[in-house]
């Protein structure tokens, strides 16, 4: 497979191995990722959905076999949504709102419907205390983060600590540095987005710590 951006694609000679020639694809699947040529995620999104949607199958039966909604969402969790999650860092700032609006709606809507098809969507993750899958996977990009600023090898791609800048914590105090991005690809990729969703958690939480409080006399 090759990644090329450029108007005119540089044409290079196919690659051999053992006078074999290799095989040319726009696509291929690696460890559960479909990864295309274009970098764009549509085809591993129409990939998940489409395994998803066949385990619902699975809740439809045990719901008509009288399981309760708790035991539903406990399969959910397990058979369902971990699809719709796996390798979600590498992806998830990168899906264009229709994407994630196609992750929501094919999927766990479908799943509410069939757990308590008495209430609707809105009402559903509330009473079941579910969170959205955009939401989750925003948290799992940010425990991503913080585990590999913790010392794990893919550290060096972290931009200086403002702390190594300077020891004041300020209000607009900033954990780490955004790198600069020339392109949208880039900017959308995992360490530029979630750097900044990490910084906007961190900038929230101090907030809350050094906003000041009045009582009333």
Same mark, same amino acid.
């Given at each position: ?52 949607s ?24 397990? @058979?369902? =949504? &971990?699809?719709l ?6 992806? +998830?700032?990168? $899906?264009?709102?229709? %994407? ?13 419907k ?28 940010v ?20 702390q ?8 607009g ?6 790198p600069?991005?020339?392109?949208e690809? @880039?900017? =959308? &990729? ?8 990490f +910084?906007?958690? $961190?900038?929230?939480? %101090? ?11």
């Open positions: 497979m090759r990644i090329c951006f450029f108007r005119d694609p540089i044409e290079f000679p196919h690659l051999k191995i053992d006078d074999q020639q290799l095989e040319l694809v726009t696509s291929h699947k690696v460890l559960g990722l479909v990864i295309h040529n274009n970098l764009k995620w549509n085809n591993h999104i129409e990939s998940i959905v489409t395994k998803a066949k385990r619902l199958h699975i809740l439809r039966v045990l719901r008509r076999g009288g399981v309760e909604s708790n035991d539903l969402i406990t399969i959910y969790t397990a @058979l369902i =949504r &971990s699809l999650e796996h390798r979600c860092i590498v992806w +998830n700032h990168a $899906l264009p709102s229709c %994407l994630s609006q196609k992750l929501e709606k094919n999927t766990e809507t479908c799943s509410v069939i757990i308590v098809p008495a209430l609707s969507y809105s009402e559903a993750p509330q009473a079941l205390n579910l969170r959205t899958l955009d939401d989750r996977r925003n948290e799992l990009c425990k991503t983060l913080r585990k590999i600023s913790r010392g794990l090898p893919l550290v060096i791609h972290l931009l200086m600590t403002t190594h800048i300077h020891h004041y914590q300020t209000r105090a900033t954990k780490y540095i955004l600069k991005c020339r392109t690809t @880039l900017r =959308r &990729s995992f360490f530029p987005s979630t750097t900044s969703a +910084n906007d958690h $961190l900038s929230f939480r %101090l907030c809350l710590v050094i906003r000041p409080t009045f009582q009333l006399v």
